[in-house]
């Protein structure tokens, strides 16, 4: 790991968006490692040297002032920036290189370190904490393959927009890119998949840097930043200061574009000039708080409302003008309404495949708005003819004002509306009884006994489909899944961390049995945490998604995905074949189980689950047969829609 040329702290000036991938624009190129922005640095060095000569000044103005901590080491150092940005929970796995950061938690109460039993478990756990309260995660782990089980919790927060710190203790200075025990370049191996990345090499840069990346996390378009700590910065002696405030000297990195009021009104006069208008909203009204405003928005507008998987709970599903999520499991109504509009209003989302299939062939007919922060989503996937840069909770609150204003009456779209809602009555998610529980079943009995009102995280797989297709979710941040990478393994550690951030709420992962195999470890963090996260695991004992494309696109050959013995496989009909077996392994981990595979007692075991004060897992067998429908393979369009 070469070390900067310059300067005391190494970073990369990838603030402005959240890389310099291709598409992507930047203040800086990436593959260039930096010196601590040198102005910023500089003018906070000199701030701080004529600290007590500003306060004796006659000059009237006043300056946010910074505030010298008393003598401590870097480890308490990070624990004081910590607790001052707010953090009272920190998921944590120790190692030698963050040894001192873990004695520096254990000498102060100010903040509550909760040990997952790996590293993928507390960064999945972190994240879905942000995901669950709007707040930055916080996580930390050890230098080497401490750092490197951190990767796809990181990976997954990029991809979906997640605020999200990763502490890493590193290798002794000298020893950096000396091949040392446990010496990895995390901030070179991370780079593509962070907004931001910091080694530090000067102690006294701590207070600076924290208080920087938490800035960097939450604003814009938010993401993980990486701070990697050497370990003799974390034992190094300092009188810290603590500044107010941080400037960057690229000033997009704190101040964000707004709509013109020029742009706003040509998108209520292309609304007036519409006959077949919808909404198409992402992640983006979620990261901005920026529910109400899409919904006052809707309303004024008379037009029909489509989220994404990211935005569901953004707008309530409930609402006569919700079409759900579309895209490729999504609702058919949706993905109809999508396809023949005239007028595509996509407002904090980004044109990604799943929702788009073929792109050549989406929304065909529509005149395209794209409302973004982030400009390199423009024309990036699909191109658009009215690309407008601006945070998404100004330009709806603008354009609500402006609508009411100029007094706006929405077009008659009456035989736009009819027809969606022949859609919505024709064709709604469905399944067909069975003798046998089936997933979706599950998922419904869920949403009946919980009123919808549960925080529900899942897997990845055909579960994760199920979920958000039969629990139909009224606010935003209910539904939290790894939607960008697909990260199996999520689930449980999310419910994990969305029950910390949340300990008032139900709060259940649905899950797939080879998803959440993949971190079934944090049974334990659930147990001696005492963390009531539950656990519905939709069992049909196979690779269910990977199965469903098998059928349908490989003769249904079995490459890998029976996950127990192939010559006998457990199912509904033959429960000695269920392997593995999760009510022994929970109990193995002083969790509470149960086992269901009858109809007539699914609905008493929910709410058995549900009632637990504890962790709880409950084990649903389910068939293997089930396909999520409807489907849009992958590169096709709604015209080749797979509806059963």
Not at 24 to 35: D, E, F, G, P, Q
Not at 408 to 422: M, R, Y
Not at 483 to 498: D, R, V
Request: one cysteine or more; proline letters at 6%.
């Amino acid at each position: 790991m070469p070390l900067p040329s310059s300067g005391t702290s190494a970073g990369i000036g990838n603030e402005g968006k959240r890389s310099a991938r291709p598409g992507r624009h930047c203040s800086t190129h990436r593959s260039i490692r930096l010196a601590s922005p040198p102005d910023a640095a500089l003018s906070f060095r000199f701030f701080v040297n004529h600290f007590h000569a500003m306060k004796s000044s006659a000059s009237t103005t006043k300056f946010p002032q910074p505030e010298i901590g008393r003598t401590m080491n870097g480890a308490d150092v990070v624990v004081e920036s910590l607790h001052r940005e707010g953090v009272d929970v920190i998921f944590a796995y120790p190692g030698g290189a963050s040894q001192e950061l873990h004695q520096a938690f254990a000498r102060s109460d100010k903040v509550r370190v909760i040990l997952p039993r790996h590293e993928q478990g507390g960064v999945f756990a972190a994240e879905a904490w942000s995901r669950a309260n709007g707040k930055v995660g916080v996580c930390m782990a050890t230098s080497g393959p401490g750092a490197t089980n951190l990767v796809s919790g990181i990976a997954d927060a990029f991809m979906d927009s997640i605020p999200l710190i990763c502490i890493t203790g590193q290798v002794f200075s000298k020893f950096i890119g000396k091949s040392a025990f446990q010496e990895t370049d995390f901030f070179g191996m991370t780079l593509p998949i962070v907004k931001h990345s910091y080694l530090v090499l000067n102690a006294a840069d701590l207070p600076r840097i924290f208080k920087e990346a938490f800035v960097l996390a939450r604003s814009g378009r938010p993401g993980p930043v990486i701070i990697d700590i050497p370990k003799d910065v974390q034992q190094a002696k300092l009188t810290p200061v603590f500044p107010a405030t941080v400037e960057f000297a690229n000033k997009s990195l704190t101040e964000f574009p707004q709509a013109t009021d020029d742009q706003l009104n040509g998108i209520l006069d292309l609304i007036s000039k519409a006959q077949r208008p919808i909404l198409y909203t992402g992640g983006g009204i979620i990261s901005a708080e920026a529910s109400a405003e899409l919904r006052s928005f809707a309303e004024k507008t008379n037009i029909p409302v489509a989220t994404t998987l990211m935005g569901v709970g953004g707008f309530p599903e409930d609402h006569t003008l919700s079409l759900r999520w579309f895209g490729m499991h999504g609702s058919a109504y949706g993905n109809w309404a999508v396809d023949q509009c005239d007028l595509l209003l996509c407002f904090g989302a980004r044109f990604d495949d799943r929702i788009t299939g073929d792109v050549n062939k989406f929304a065909t007919s529509a005149t395209i708005v794209h409302v973004d922060i982030d400009t390199s989503e423009h024309n990036k996937n699909k191109r658009v003819q009215f690309p407008v840069a601006s945070e998404i909770k100004y330009a709806l609150k603008r354009l609500n004002e402006l609508a009411t204003a100029a007094k706006f009456t929405p077009p008659d779209t009456k035989p736009w509306h009819t027809q969606c809602a022949a859609w919505k009555r024709d064709y709604p998610f469905s399944y067909e009884e069975s003798r046998h529980i089936v997933p979706q079943e599950a998922v419904k009995v869920l949403h009946e006994l919980t009123n919808g009102d549960a925080i529900i995280t899942t897997g990845v797989g055909q579960h994760q489909m199920w979920a958000a297709q039969f629990y139909p979710f009224k606010e935003p941040r209910r539904y939290l899944s790894s939607l960008g990478l697909g990260a199996m393994g999520f689930g449980y550690p999310a419910a994990m961390g969305a029950k910390v951030a949340c300990p008032d709420k139900q709060v259940i992962d649905i899950d797939g049995d080879g998803s959440f195999l993949m971190n079934i470890q944090e049974l334990a963090t659930c147990h001696i945490e005492k963390i009531a996260a539950k656990a519905m695991i939709l069992n049909n004992q196979h690779l269910g998604m990977v199965v469903q494309w098998e059928d349908r696109f490989y003769n249904s050959i079995r490459g890998n995905t029976i996950l127990g013995d192939q010559n006998n496989i457990g199912s509904p009909d033959n429960l000695e074949g269920i392997y593995p077996d999760y009510v022994t392994i929970a109990k193995g981990f002083g969790v509470k189980a149960r086992r269901v595979h009858k109809r007539e007692e699914l609905r008493e075991a929910i709410q058995e689950m549900l009632d637990h004060d504890g962790p709880y897992l409950l084990d649903v067998i389910v068939p293997y047969t089930e396909h999520v429908l409807p489907m849009i393979p992958a590169g096709k369009s709604v015209k080749e829609m797979i509806l059963k």
